[in-house]
């Protein structure tokens, strides 16, 4: 597996991660338990040194399945998880008191000493973001964490927060099918010498070819209420799928391995983070990392795409209100 660095100031990581909510998360079933430490553990043996997780997975059980999946490569691996939601309650939760709650929380689950990696999983507009980023400027004084993160967080946010304690890396949602962070995101980032974490870079699975028109889903998974996946609007992003399928077709590879090797070859900072509970797609997700797109064939992809408007938002009303712009 080849690596990237996370900014300036991070660690290197394996160039595409694994992320852990769907195993506990979202999708409106658990995992089987076993499976997913087996899948966990495949990853680690692969190559992948890059694992995502967050309180709120669950919530709780994801980090307590991740901590127990990868304590035997202790020292080998990268944990990132977040704080930031009032668990059990509605809304955002960013006060200083809690992300030292959090943290406390999250290392005990985590079964680890430091937390690699501490995002703050929404921009929490009731707490300057100074007092957030301060707050984890001491943790990390105080050896509780390494570095700092944000999470679909504006401009803004991350000049203003940066100011106060260094941003190892901003994780947001990105991909052929998502391509906003291109307009102010990612020169920023650029800029300032921060690592990029696309989640999503399948598009919710979207991507991969395995959702057609026809595709329903289960009111507990949360696809059920993204817009872009709507019965109306799934039909009219299928052109996406068959974009990306013909360039699968021609190198011989699968449409989700393009869908990967096209975010790795953006820029060298970029380190997605698929997630799946089946060890097949681990492994043909892990195998974009080998893929090298030819300059046409960037070209080709980027002149095609270019035509076509994504049908729908990619929130639904509620979880767009979370959104720091």
């Given at each position: ?69 990868l304590e035997p490569f202790k ?68 050896g509780k964490v390494k570095h ?20 190892t890396a901003l994780q947001s ?153």
């Amino acid at each position: 597996m080849k690596s990237r660095k996370l900014g300036i100031s991070g660690p290197e990581v394996s160039a595409i991660g694994l992320g852990c909510m769907g195993m506990s998360f979202g999708y409106g079933v658990i995992a089987d338990k076993k499976q997913s430490m087996d899948l966990i553990r495949k990853a680690a043996e692969l190559g992948v040194t890059f694992f995502d997780t967050a309180e709120v997975y669950g919530p709780y059980i994801n980090e307590e399945l991740v901590g127990e999946a990868l304590e035997p490569f202790k020292g080998q691996i990268i944990i990132a998880t977040k704080f930031g939601f009032n668990i059990g309650e509605q809304g955002l939760n960013s006060r200083p008191e809690n992300i030292r709650s959090v943290a406390e929380a999250s290392l005990k689950r985590l079964r680890i000493d430091c937390i690699d990696l501490f995002y703050q999983h929404r921009v929490d507009k009731g707490v300057p973001i100074e007092d957030v980023a301060g707050t984890v400027k001491d943790l990390i004084k105080e050896g509780k964490v390494k570095h700092f993160g944000l999470s679909e967080a504006g401009v803004k946010t991350i000049r203003r927060a940066h100011a106060v304690c260094s941003i190892t890396a901003l994780q947001s949602e990105y991909s052929l099918w998502w391509r906003e962070p291109e307009d102010e995101i990612i020169p920023t980032l650029e800029e300032l010498g921060i690592g990029f974490v696309p989640f999503s870079p399948l598009g919710k699975g979207f991507l991969t070819g395995k959702i057609n028109e026809n595709t329903t889903f289960d009111s507990k998974d949360f696809r059920s209420t993204v817009p872009r996946l709507s019965p109306g609007n799934l039909k009219a992003n299928l052109v996406f799928v068959d974009l990306i399928k013909e360039i699968a077709l021609q190198k011989k590879i699968t449409p989700a391995q393009v869908a990967i090797a096209w975010l790795l070859a953006q820029k060298p900072f970029i380190v997605p983070i698929p997630g799946t509970t089946k060890t097949d797609r681990l492994v043909e997700n892990l195998g974009a990392a080998s893929v090298i797109l030819s300059d046409e064939e960037l070209l080709e992809i980027e002149a095609a795409s270019a035509k076509i408007k994504p049908a729908g938002d990619r929130y639904s009303e509620g979880s767009a209100k979370l959104i720091d712009r």
